[in-house]
């Protein structure tokens, strides 16, 4: 039984560049929540989605975040134009009710 | 809002012997979980264990025990026979319970590194 998984693992991008981050759920999981860890800090809740809809994004920065769970293959969070600021370990959690299961986290880097 | 504030940024223990690890939160809700995660080096978020909020019992993992008092919004965290592999980033959560199996966001604290000794 798989758990949940992320890709990729690292991701090194440029300032400007994009960056697409994919989370598939655990077997069976239709709820799928993106939280941003920056260094030295606890983890921040960004999107709630389920799939085909976004159910809360109140933690989605405005500008250049955007996630989707398409009904067929993994959600996508995708972060446009990328800062240094962006950089962060990216992790997704599949959820049954009650509670989360975490997956390994994308670490991605800015230079 | 709910918040979740973890007073230790840091701690220490020996191999084998027991620490606890403080969690408060604040809340309006009445029903909801709460749950302390373990985040070792490889930075993988693990889930330790978990409490239902309406529950009085407090829930057990093997070494790990909790420590519930819902009036005081306290949700401690004991360790018992702490082993190297402990040695982690401990963060308590709290989601609220939705109705009808819906689900919500995890609030985190800002965690404790607990360091386990030789």
């Known amino acids: 039984n798989a758990g949940v998984m992320q890709n990729p693992r690292h991701l090194v991008r440029r300032r400007g560049q994009e960056a697409r981050l994919r989370c598939s759920p655990m077997?069976?999981?239709?709820?799928v929540y993106w939280y941003r860890q920056l260094p030295e800090e606890g983890l921040k809740f960004m999107v709630y989605l389920q799939k085909e809809n976004i159910i809360d994004e109140s933690g989605m920065p405005k500008e250049r975040f955007s996630a989707e769970f398409p009904k067929e293959g993994p959600s996508i969070l995708r972060i446009q134009q990328v800062v240094r600021g962006d950089s962060a370990a990216y992790f997704c959690?599949?959820?049954?009710?009650?509670?989360?299961?975490f997956g390994p986290g994308t670490r991605l880097t800015v230079l | 809002a709910q918040t979740v504030t973890q007073s230790q940024p840091e701690m220490s223990v020996q191999e084998a012997e027991t620490v606890t690890l403080s969690c408060t939160y604040d809340?309006?809700?009445?029903?909801?979980?709460l749950f302390w995660y373990k985040q070792p080096p490889s930075r993988q978020m693990i889930l330790v264990i978990r409490q239902e909020a309406y529950k009085q019992q407090n829930a057990t993992e093997n070494r790990f025990s909790v420590n519930f008092q819902k009036a005081a919004k306290s949700f401690s965290l004991k360790i018992s026979d702490s082993q190297l592999g402990d040695t982690a980033m401990y963060f308590c959560?709290?989601?609220?319970?939705?109705?009808?199996?819906?689900?919500?966001?995890?609030?985190f604290g800002k965690g404790t590194l607990l360091t386990v000794n030789p």
């Open positions: 959690a599949s959820s049954p009710p009650g509670t989360q299961y």
């Open positions: 077997k069976g999981h239709s709820h």
């Open positions: 959560a709290f989601m609220k319970h939705g109705s009808g199996g819906s689900n919500y966001k995890l609030t």
């Open positions: 809340t309006s809700e009445n029903n909801y979980y």
